[in-house]
Each structure stands twice: as structure tokens, then as C-alpha cells.
């Protein structure tokens, strides 16, 4: 991959899942959009992801395990916060 216009191939596919669920600014959109317009590498591999995004959201949902991640995270983040007060 190379640079195209304003941004770099780089700064592209960190924006790319922004990019995907339409949350950029914008101007920040119409740069991606411009890029990935120039880019075939980077066009196919948002395209990628765009088809990844779209067969995991057919995957069905179990709620017992999404209830169970979201302890995870919070006993997590409760772990992290009263370590960096010690």
C-alpha cells in the first residue's frame, strides 16, 4: 500500500471500521473515501472487512455469554482502577 491524496495508507486502515459504520467526521469520510477512490489495497481491504462485518452480524447471539463478557470487562476495569490508586 501507498499514499494517496492527504492521508496514508496507514491513517486509512485505522479509520476503516470509523469509515464502515459511517461514525467520521464529514470531511475525515470524503478523505477516506478519496483514498480508498486511488487505492486498490486499501479498497480491498476494507472491502474485506466490510464482508467479515456483514457475516459476523448473521452469527447468532447468545445472551448468557454477551452478560458474561460484560462482567469480565467490568471486574476488569475495576481490577485496573484500584491497582493505579495504590
Same mark, same amino acid.
Given at each position: 500500500?501507498? =499514499?494517496?491524496g492527504q492521508l496514508d495508507c496507514l491513517a /486509512?486502515?485505522? +479509520?476503516?471500521?470509523?469509515?464502515?459504520?459511517?461514525?467520521?467526521? !464529514?470531511?475525515?469520510?470524503?478523505?477516506?473515501?478519496?483514498?480508498? =477512490?486511488?487505492?486498490?489495497?486499501?479498497?480491498?481491504? /476494507?472491502?474485506? +472487512?466490510?464482508?467479515f462485518l456483514s457475516r459476523l452480524s448473521t452469527? !447468532?447471539?447468545?445472551?448468557?455469554?454477551?452478560?458474561?463478557?460484560? =462482567?469480565k470487562v467490568r471486574a476488569a476495569l475495576r481490577?485496573?482502577?484500584?491497582?493505579?490508586?495504590?
Amino acid at each position: 500500500m501507498s =499514499a494517496h491524496g492527504q492521508l496514508d495508507c496507514l491513517a /486509512v486502515v485505522r +479509520a476503516m471500521y470509523d469509515y464502515l459504520d459511517e461514525e467520521l467526521t !464529514p470531511e475525515r469520510f470524503d478523505e477516506v473515501k478519496g483514498h480508498l =477512490a486511488a487505492c486498490t489495497g486499501c479498497r480491498e481491504h /476494507v472491502e474485506m +472487512a466490510r464482508c467479515f462485518l456483514s457475516r459476523l452480524s448473521t452469527l !447468532p447471539v447468545d445472551e448468557r455469554d454477551v452478560a458474561a463478557l460484560a =462482567a469480565k470487562v467490568r471486574a476488569a476495569l475495576r481490577h485496573e482502577a484500584s491497582s493505579g490508586q495504590a
